[in-house]
């Protein structure tokens, strides 16, 4: 048993946005046996530009049923059915996210109509429901609305399923596909065919169960042959263009997660089901791997990983020396505008003043010298007796700067010169991590026999990559951290 589900929301993120109208048709393999719709009222206002694409208005939903008056009838009327949508994974999401709200754990298995009808009617010029049906003949009316969408995709779902009947149909062109279609028409099926599908339906129907989280354009095949070792991987368009690139210890494992997450938004499912292929580099190295998506992310600028192409540390700890000799540390943004390297990067400017305010009391700094507490006077905290007066001259610059250089050492490179060896990409390889006076100098592989006395022996090893506040603190952090086959080598 099949369940045929289309639904209208107020928006396409599924953790904010509400169900305004749902659909389901049943289907038995061979024909729809049962049907509802049903308005929704989602509990707030529907946007004007979604009212604009559905006509679905305020008024129409004020009477309707809530979501939960509603609940107990999806779910017995999806009980033992596999659910089917066209986009499964946003439908889905959604229905799984209205009833998590309501403490229950809704769990079905899906199929996706979009990736069957690639599988079945290739070449197509569109596979989006409105274009797919325009162009292989199957009527649309109520385009946008719930009944519409799902009584066509339960037409769509009835041509596929009739399509696995043929024999020959995996090799036929859409066209050829479109014409068996024809000839098997209810008419002309015998009784047999109506009470046993055949054994090439439950081949497609299973595997198309098996593959529905994973996107139309990727095959099983493809996910097969990916290697569960550490490096980084693209994500392709049709085009052959990098949209995505990302970084594991695992990239089978990785990659896996990826594609059974549920859909978050509209651009999460136009990002999935615009994934056509994927690749990979190997780099054995974790520390390599996470420095090399960093580049890769900066240099490709992919569609979808817009949020990290300038910097994933948008804000940082600095330092000044004043005209009194007075070493200052402060926070601010860390981007374009400011082309120094920040002491330390961190996620945000109420991270960064937070992580500020730690050091200001663990080495009795200046609140006022810091940037803490705007004042032409003293600072609170030598008001009451916390600080040695170095917002007011009272304190020699020689003596405070000391606290500070402690308070810079504890957030910095523990060495200035150093080399991170860790796991090549074979058995017979090491990686090289290279910092040099506290500058990220780059990485690369070397032979595992390689050895070397001295940083500039290291230095002409590696790949010159560029270095910043991204890398900085990738490397602050990783290094903090034993890992596993990785050994530190020291040097000044």
Same mark, same amino acid.
């Given at each position: ?106 769990? #079905? ?35 946008? #609305? ?158 979808? @990983? ?41 996620? @945000? ?53 000391? #606290? ?75 290094? #903090? ?12």
């Amino acid at each position: 048993m099949y369940a045929i589900i289309d639904l209208e929301t107020t928006g396409g993120q599924p953790a904010n946005d509400r169900i305004t109208e749902l659909a389901i048709f049943v289907h038995d393999g061979q024909q729809v046996v049962d049907s509802y719709t049903t308005l929704v009222n989602p509990g707030r206002a529907i946007p004007p530009f979604i009212t604009q694409l559905t006509g679905i208005t305020n008024d129409m939903v004020a009477g309707a049923p809530r979501f939960h008056e509603v609940a107990r009838k999806v779910v017995e009327m999806t009980e033992g059915c596999v659910f089917v949508a066209h986009n499964v994974r946003f439908d889905y999401s959604f229905l799984k996210k209205e009833f998590a709200d309501l403490g229950y754990n809704y769990s #079905r298995k899906t199929l996706c109509t979009v990736r069957l009808s690639r599988s079945l009617i290739p070449g197509q010029p569109s596979y989006s429901l409105g274009k797919l049906c325009q162009n292989i003949g199957i009527p649309l009316e109520g385009r946008h #609305r719930a009944a519409g969408d799902a009584e066509a995709t339960a037409i769509l779902f009835d041509r596929l399923l009739k399509i696995t009947q043929a024999s020959d149909a995996a090799e036929a062109t859409a066209a050829d596909a479109l014409s068996r279609v024809d000839a098997l028409a209810p008419s002309g099926r015998s009784p047999a065919a109506e009470k046993k599908p055949s054994p090439r339906r439950v081949a497609a129907m299973a595997q198309a169960i098996k593959t529905a989280l994973l996107p139309p354009l990727i095959t099983p095949e493809k996910v097969a042959s990916l290697p569960q070792e550490t490096g980084v991987y693209y994500f392709h368009n049709e085009a052959g263009e990098v949209i995505y690139v990302g970084k594991s210890i695992n990239i089978y494992k990785r990659i896996q997660q990826h594609f059974a997450v549920d859909v978050k938004s509209r651009k999460s499912l136009d990002f999935k089901n615009s994934i056509a292929d994927i690749t990979w580099e190997l780099t054995g190295s974790e520390l390599v791997a996470l420095l090399y998506e960093s580049h890769l992310i900066k240099q490709l600028k992919p569609a979808y @990983n817009r949020a990290q192409r300038r910097s994933v540390f948008p804000a940082g700890i600095y330092l000044k020396t004043d005209e009194q000799g007075y070493k200052r540390l402060f926070y601010g943004r860390a981007d374009a505008r400011n082309s120094e390297i920040p002491i330390i990067a961190l996620g @945000n400017q109420y991270k960064a003043q937070g992580f500020l305010y730690h050091k200001v009391s663990k080495y009795n700094l200046c609140q006022k010298l810091c940037g803490l507490y705007k004042t032409d006077g003293s600072c609170f905290a030598y008001q009451v007796h916390q600080c040695q007066g170095a917002c007011v001259g009272q304190e020699p610059p020689e003596s405070y700067n000391e #606290r500070v250089d402690a308070a810079i050492d504890s957030i910095t490179y523990e060495h200035e010169s150093f080399v991170v060896v860790g796991p090549g990409r074979r058995a017979d390889e090491k990686s090289l991590v290279v910092v040099e006076n506290g500058r990220y100098l780059g990485f690369g592989y070397v032979d595992e026999t390689f050895t070397a006395r001295k940083i500039t022996d290291f230095r002409q090893a590696v790949q010159p990559y560029a270095d910043n506040k991204d890398v900085q603190q990738i490397i602050r952090n990783h290094v #903090r951290t034993k890992r596993k086959g990785e050994q530190v080598k020291l040097f000044g």
